[in-house]
């Protein structure tokens, strides 16, 4: 039943979320076109550098995941809080779980989509090689995905008001991309600790493994053992997010 | 068989108070009526039900479940129509009971509980596009899909105009007379009287007055006034008045109509008029100005018990 309720909610966040065109606009359009767009500019600058690109792929990638995964969520459930649409979510027969499930597989199915459609893109129009290690590749993009829905989930109680519920995410965004490389690599004109800070990101973590995934060389074992540091800090994120939201969420504006 | 019970339930937000030792409980495929004026604290015992709020002290169970603990294992078996909640204002009438179709187990055909709710003719319309009666309506419908054993509807036509009001109760008798355990609150009178067996009515988060008190209460509902025609006195009166406010009689009576016979009979032989007659069914703010009358000990209220 529980599984059945997960897909019936994801299905109906899905119909919902194609009709939204604030959400096309930024979670979509955005994604695809910064997402391809910067890439490929790379691309043009400086001709013939697979791991330029690679890099900066990664990099916006985990900071384009952020605006359409973390602020994405963030907005929506702010907005079906304050318009009682949680409350009357709630109010049919489906367990908290699976709303709030429901939601967050339905935006790790459409970012994962998303992801592999700028991907192709880019392995037909750049010097992009496939990654070596496809499976690792949508691991992170999966884990991530869910992790970063997760801390949008559990962001919302801080979130007064659904039109600030953008800007609230921006800073997030923002660092994302410093800290993953989506601005190139800033970090390297950053103080030591600085970058230490960012690299502790979960949006680091999820960079950390994508390029294990696009390194040259390595082997399967290597991978994994490369990606476990990265994997646990997610983790760890995936832990917070999760204690947040079942401590400090609010399904009505009410303050209980 | 008892379907839901409530013992001594208190609910505080904040500091506030919002129920206080309310405790009633309603029989299966019966019809209880919670009746009092914003700020009673009906809706926060509603919500408690519901389990949408835990209560602070007491205990609550509905079908013998506890709202909060087995939260989920409840709803299936309960229809709600809260006060307020949303909807998706783009999705279509059908659009939204199909969705909420997916979301109960062996739910009515869509074009059932439409048509039960009136609303066959809106079936295609945006729920932006709808009326505050008719989105009503649509709460209605959607509380009914999963063919509840108990209904907790929340000032269910608040909003409707007399048709739509009408057809509502139609739909909640209906449902009773198919065993369905309903509890609603409102503030209207009228639709306690017409719908409730049993009622209590709640004010500042108590229960004041229940079972045969408060029908009692409810059917005071006559409401008769007009000014004292020149140099009469209240005690010349051949029915004497509820209250007298400044030059204004009042009566509180279960029959207006025989009370406003009565005055204009003895005014016609006087040759008097009744400036400002209004007879009309009194509204739940007159009943309680009428306890809130009783606890201060006004005398005239003896008189309208007598009339009554």
């Given at each position: 039943?529980?599984?059945?309720?997960?897909?019936?909610?994801?299905?109906?966040?899905?119909?919902?979320?194609?009709?939204?065109?604030?959400?096309?606009?930024?979670?979509?359009?955005?994604?695809?076109?910064?997402?391809?767009?910067?890439?490929?500019?790379?691309?043009?600058?400086?001709p013939g550098r697979p791991e330029f690109v690679a890099a900066q792929h990664v990099g916006i990638l985990s900071m384009l995941l952020v605006l359409a995964t973390f602020g994405q969520a963030a907005t929506t459930?702010?907005?079906?809080?304050?318009?009682?649409?949680?409350?009357?979510?709630?109010?049919?027969?489906?367990?908290?779980?699976?709303?709030?499930?429901?939601?967050?597989?339905?935006?790790?199915?459409?970012?994962?989509?998303?992801t592999a459609v700028v991907s192709v893109a880019l392995y037909a129009l750049t010097s992009l090689p496939v990654p070596r290690d496809p499976l690792l590749f949508l691991v992170a993009v999966v884990a991530g995905a869910a992790v970063l829905c997760l801390l949008g989930t559990a962001f919302t109680p801080l979130i007064p008001r659904p039109e600030l519920a953008g800007v609230m995410a921006m800073p997030f965004f923002l660092l994302a991309g410093v800290g993953a490389g989506g601005f190139g690599p800033l970090t390297e004109m950053l103080p030591g600790w600085v970058s230490t800070l960012l690299g502790l990101l979960p949006t680091d973590a999820i960079a950390d493994i994508a390029r294990i995934a696009y390194a040259a060389d390595g082997t399967f074992g290597g991978d994994l053992a490369a990606a476990a540091g990265p994997a646990l800090k997610l983790a760890v994120w995936a832990a917070i997010g999760f204690f947040a939201l079942t401590r400090w969420f609010r399904w009505d504006p009410r303050k209980q | 068989m008892t379907a839901i019970l409530v013992d001594g339930l208190r609910k505080?937000?904040?500091?506030?108070?919002?129920?206080?030792?309310?405790?009633?409980?309603?029989?299966?495929?019966?019809?209880?009526?919670?009746?009092?004026?914003?700020?009673?604290?009906?809706?926060?015992?509603?919500?408690?039900?519901?389990?949408?709020?835990?209560?602070?002290?007491?205990?609550?169970?509905?079908?013998?479940?506890?709202?909060?603990?087995?939260?989920t294992e409840v709803r299936r078996s309960c229809g709600i129509m809260l006060q307020e909640a949303g909807f998706f204002p783009d999705l279509t009438v059908a659009q939204t009971v199909d969705a909420w179709r997916d979301f109960v187990a062996a739910p009515r055909p869509r074009d059932e509980a439409l048509e039960m709710t009136g609303l066959t003719a809106k079936t295609g319309t945006k729920v932006r596009q709808l009326s505050g009666g008719e989105k009503r309506r649509l709460d209605l419908a959607l509380a009914i899909l999963s063919r509840p054993d108990v209904l907790f509807l929340d000032e269910p036509t608040t909003g409707m105009d007399p048709e739509a009001r009408r057809n509502t109760w139609d739909v909640i008798r209906d449902l009773a007379g198919q065993g369905t355990t309903v509890l609603l609150t409102t503030h209207y009178l009228e639709e306690a009287q017409r719908l409730a067996s049993r009622m209590a009515i709640m004010d500042h988060g108590e229960v004041v007055a229940s079972g045969g008190m408060a029908e009692t209460l409810a059917a005071q509902t006559g409401r008769v006034a007009f000014e004292l025609p020149g140099a009469v006195t209240p005690e010349e009166l051949p029915l004497p008045p509820s209250s007298v406010e400044g030059r204004t009689a009042v009566y509180r009576i279960a029959d207006p109509d025989l009370a406003a016979r009565t005055l204009l009979n003895w005014a016609g032989e006087r040759g008097l008029r009744l400036h400002g007659l209004e007879v009309r069914t009194a509204t739940l703010e007159d009943l309680f100005l009428d306890l809130a009358a009783d606890a201060d000990g006004r005398p005239e209220n003896e008189h309208a018990k007598e009339v009554a």
């Amino acid at each position: 039943m529980a599984a059945r309720d997960l897909v019936t909610v994801a299905r109906f966040d899905a119909r919902l979320f194609w009709r939204d065109r604030t959400a096309l606009g930024t979670s979509v359009t955005l994604f695809l076109v910064l997402g391809v767009g910067l890439p490929v500019m790379m691309d043009r600058l400086q001709p013939g550098r697979p791991e330029f690109v690679a890099a900066q792929h990664v990099g916006i990638l985990s900071m384009l995941l952020v605006l359409a995964t973390f602020g994405q969520a963030a907005t929506t459930l702010t907005t079906r809080r304050e318009q009682l649409l949680l409350k009357r979510l709630r109010a049919t027969g489906l367990a908290d779980r699976d709303i709030l499930g429901g939601g967050i597989l339905n935006l790790v199915l459409q970012n994962t989509l998303l992801t592999a459609v700028v991907s192709v893109a880019l392995y037909a129009l750049t010097s992009l090689p496939v990654p070596r290690d496809p499976l690792l590749f949508l691991v992170a993009v999966v884990a991530g995905a869910a992790v970063l829905c997760l801390l949008g989930t559990a962001f919302t109680p801080l979130i007064p008001r659904p039109e600030l519920a953008g800007v609230m995410a921006m800073p997030f965004f923002l660092l994302a991309g410093v800290g993953a490389g989506g601005f190139g690599p800033l970090t390297e004109m950053l103080p030591g600790w600085v970058s230490t800070l960012l690299g502790l990101l979960p949006t680091d973590a999820i960079a950390d493994i994508a390029r294990i995934a696009y390194a040259a060389d390595g082997t399967f074992g290597g991978d994994l053992a490369a990606a476990a540091g990265p994997a646990l800090k997610l983790a760890v994120w995936a832990a917070i997010g999760f204690f947040a939201l079942t401590r400090w969420f609010r399904w009505d504006p009410r303050k209980q | 068989m008892t379907a839901i019970l409530v013992d001594g339930l208190r609910k505080h937000y904040g500091d506030f108070a919002a129920v206080r030792d309310v405790s009633f409980d309603v029989s299966q495929g019966e019809v209880f009526a919670l009746l009092g004026r914003n700020g009673a604290g009906k809706t926060t015992t509603l919500e408690v039900l519901a389990g949408f709020a835990a209560p602070d002290a007491g205990t609550v169970r509905v079908l013998g479940l506890d709202p909060v603990k087995d939260r989920t294992e409840v709803r299936r078996s309960c229809g709600i129509m809260l006060q307020e909640a949303g909807f998706f204002p783009d999705l279509t009438v059908a659009q939204t009971v199909d969705a909420w179709r997916d979301f109960v187990a062996a739910p009515r055909p869509r074009d059932e509980a439409l048509e039960m709710t009136g609303l066959t003719a809106k079936t295609g319309t945006k729920v932006r596009q709808l009326s505050g009666g008719e989105k009503r309506r649509l709460d209605l419908a959607l509380a009914i899909l999963s063919r509840p054993d108990v209904l907790f509807l929340d000032e269910p036509t608040t909003g409707m105009d007399p048709e739509a009001r009408r057809n509502t109760w139609d739909v909640i008798r209906d449902l009773a007379g198919q065993g369905t355990t309903v509890l609603l609150t409102t503030h209207y009178l009228e639709e306690a009287q017409r719908l409730a067996s049993r009622m209590a009515i709640m004010d500042h988060g108590e229960v004041v007055a229940s079972g045969g008190m408060a029908e009692t209460l409810a059917a005071q509902t006559g409401r008769v006034a007009f000014e004292l025609p020149g140099a009469v006195t209240p005690e010349e009166l051949p029915l004497p008045p509820s209250s007298v406010e400044g030059r204004t009689a009042v009566y509180r009576i279960a029959d207006p109509d025989l009370a406003a016979r009565t005055l204009l009979n003895w005014a016609g032989e006087r040759g008097l008029r009744l400036h400002g007659l209004e007879v009309r069914t009194a509204t739940l703010e007159d009943l309680f100005l009428d306890l809130a009358a009783d606890a201060d000990g006004r005398p005239e209220n003896e008189h309208a018990k007598e009339v009554a």
